[in-house]
């Protein structure tokens, strides 16, 4: 597939919009980094942005292609776990001054922060990628943590994305496996973007939809080669992600990579930072909610639809909500009070169509065949239960549709009755 070709943007015969991508130039290859040089050619003064961990990939490679018009570093500590909050923000808007040119070096966490502070800051970025670890390196959302809560900002793309192989192949394996899980995950996404445009009649691409489909195909079919480090795994799952990433640009929303798995992997990263509790990597988290997702739909299906849309005591749902998001949760009150989701009868719908649903959550990959796809990178399911427990996974099933504003098949479990 040629990126660079699909960037030039069309017009879709299938939605009949006009599918278009602002990023210049994509590169994924052996040595890739040296491009750097022509990419920046008519910059002066370059902020670079990094953590030890990243910089330590590729900042001697990074430094030597841009040479001396690095005039800025914010270096973060490799030592803990970086968050896209308010403080992380400061750290680099502290330093752009009159910088004409961000280059960060990194994967999620940074290329989110870089994609913020460009955005606002109306300065272009460079993200020279360290990890195939997600999905958000073409889209145009960045993935921020803000009054604790978590937020896709709308913001830029980058100018250029440099996937240099030689350096993604070395990549934490853990990183590695993230980025296979945020693709598997896709399964999920798409599943819940069908039955959202059935529910609400939302917005749906079918030429997005296939691609992103085919991405997941052709992610299947470099498990092995993950595990060994094969460079061309590497580079056709570094793609993958990268269009997923247009797909998402093309659709205006991260609907077509995003739902009900990530909403999960949300409320367990939230909930972990907030209380101080471990998580897994975004990615694994994905992954591993994509099976959880996969029961919720072999559940549903094995149920009657009632004749009375559930909905919880208003006081007993607050006092759930608090216990299990604490500072936050009175921001998750407030965007479902302002969206009117409880207030919503949705059961009506959901009996007139229920023939169309039930076929739609038909579609998805059953439970085991997911845990099997994840087995292949060495995931198992059995350390997600052994990390968060079934109490914490039932109360993610329950509330972390509350923390977006984004219907999936949280809210038809939740609606239905558990």
Same mark, same amino acid.
């Given at each position: 597939? !040629?990126i660079?070709?699909?960037?030039?943007?069309?017009k879709c015969?299938?939605?009949?919009?006009?599918h278009?991508?602002?990023?210049?130039?994509v590169?994924?290859?052996?040595?890739?980094i040296s491009?750097?040089s022509? =990419?920046?050619?008519? &910059? +002066?003064?370059i902020?670079?942005v990094a953590?030890?961990?990243t910089?330590?990939?590729?900042?001697?490679?990074?430094e030597?292609a841009?040479?001396?018009k690095?005039?800025?570093r $914010?270096?973060f500590?490799g030592r803990t776990?970086?968050i896209?909050?308010e403080r992380?923000i400061e750290?680099?808007?502290? +330093?752009v001054?009159?910088?004409?040119l961000?280059?960060?070096i990194?994967?999620?966490v940074?290329?989110?922060?870089c *994609?913020?502070v460009s955005f606002?800051?109306r300065?272009? &970025?460079?993200?020279?990628?360290?990890?195939?670890s997600m999905?958000?390196?073409?889209?145009?959302?960045?993935a921020m943590?803000?009054?604790?809560?978590?937020?896709?900002?709308p913001?830029?793309l980058?100018?250029?994305i440099?996937?240099d192989t030689e350096?993604? *192949?070395n990549?934490?394996?853990?990183?590695?496996k993230?980025g296979y899980g945020?693709i598997i995950g896709?399964y999920?996404?798409l !599943?819940d973007?069908?039955?959202? !445009?059935?529910?609400?009649?939302? &917005?749906?691409c079918?030429y997005?939809?296939k691609?992103?489909f085919?991405?997941?195909? +052709?992610?299947?079919?470099?498990? +092995?080669g993950?595990?060994a480090?094969d460079e061309?795994?590497?580079?056709?799952?570094?793609e993958?992600? =990268?269009?997923?990433?247009?797909?998402m640009?093309f659709?205006t929303?991260?609907r077509?990579?995003s739902g009900?798995?990530h909403?999960?992997?949300h409320?367990?990263?939230?909930?972990g930072?907030v209380?101080?509790e471990?998580?897994?990597?975004h990615g694994?988290?994905v992954?591993?909610s994509t099976?959880?997702?996969?029961e919720i739909r072999?559940s549903?299906?094995n149920k009657?639809?009632p !004749?009375?849309?559930y909905?919880?005591?208003?006081?007993?749902?607050?006092a759930k909500i608090?216990?299990s998001?604490?500072?936050?949760?009175?921001?998750?009150i407030?965007?479902?009070?302002?969206l009117g989701t409880y207030k919503?009868?949705r059961?009506?719908i959901?009996?007139?169509n229920?023939?169309k649903?039930?076929?739609?959550l038909?579609?998805?990959?059953?439970?085991?065949e997911?845990?099997?796809?994840?087995?292949?990178?060495?995931?198992d399911?059995?350390e997600?239960?052994k990390? &968060?427990?079934?109490?914490?996974?039932?109360?993610?099933?329950?509330y972390?549709?509350?923390l977006?504003?984004r219907y999936? $098949?949280l809210?038809l479990n939740?609606d239905i009755g558990?």
């Amino acid at each position: 597939m !040629n990126i660079n070709e699909i960037l030039k943007g069309f017009k879709c015969s299938s939605c009949q919009r006009e599918h278009k991508c602002q990023i210049e130039s994509v590169y994924i290859e052996g040595g890739a980094i040296s491009r750097l040089s022509e =990419i920046a050619k008519d &910059y +002066k003064k370059i902020l670079l942005v990094a953590d030890e961990n990243t910089y330590e990939a590729a900042g001697a490679k990074t430094e030597e292609a841009l040479k001396n018009k690095i005039q800025g570093r $914010v270096i973060f500590s490799g030592r803990t776990v970086l968050i896209p909050d308010e403080r992380a923000i400061e750290s680099v808007n502290s +330093k752009v001054g009159d910088s004409d040119l961000i280059v960060g070096i990194g994967s999620g966490v940074i290329q989110d922060l870089c *994609k913020y502070v460009s955005f606002f800051s109306r300065i272009p &970025y460079v993200i020279v990628a360290t990890a195939p670890s997600m999905d958000g390196y073409a889209s145009t959302g960045a993935a921020m943590i803000l009054k604790g809560m978590k937020e896709t900002v709308p913001a830029g793309l980058p100018l250029a994305i440099v996937a240099d192989t030689e350096v993604l *192949k070395n990549a934490p394996m853990e990183m590695i496996k993230a980025g296979y899980g945020d693709i598997i995950g896709k399964y999920s996404a798409l !599943n819940d973007w069908l039955l959202s !445009n059935v529910v609400n009649d939302e &917005y749906l691409c079918d030429y997005i939809y296939k691609t992103t489909f085919e991405m997941i195909e +052709k992610t299947l079919k470099t498990a +092995k080669g993950l595990l060994a480090r094969d460079e061309e795994s590497v580079k056709n799952l570094t793609e993958a992600l =990268i269009v997923v990433g247009i797909m998402m640009s093309f659709a205006t929303t991260s609907r077509p990579a995003s739902g009900s798995e990530h909403h999960l992997s949300h409320f367990f990263e939230i909930t972990g930072i907030v209380k101080g509790e471990p998580y897994f990597p975004h990615g694994i988290d994905v992954a591993y909610s994509t099976i959880i997702t996969a029961e919720i739909r072999e559940s549903i299906l094995n149920k009657e639809f009632p !004749n009375k849309q559930y909905c919880e005591p208003k006081e007993e749902y607050q006092a759930k909500i608090a216990e299990s998001y604490g500072s936050v949760a009175d921001g998750c009150i407030a965007l479902q009070e302002r969206l009117g989701t409880y207030k919503r009868d949705r059961l009506s719908i959901y009996k007139a169509n229920e023939a169309k649903i039930r076929e739609i959550l038909k579609m998805m990959p059953s439970k085991q065949e997911i845990i099997e796809m994840l087995g292949l990178v060495g995931l198992d399911i059995n350390e997600f239960y052994k990390l &968060y427990g079934e109490e914490k996974i039932k109360r993610a099933i329950r509330y972390a549709k509350d923390l977006k504003d984004r219907y999936t $098949v949280l809210w038809l479990n939740y609606d239905i009755g558990e």
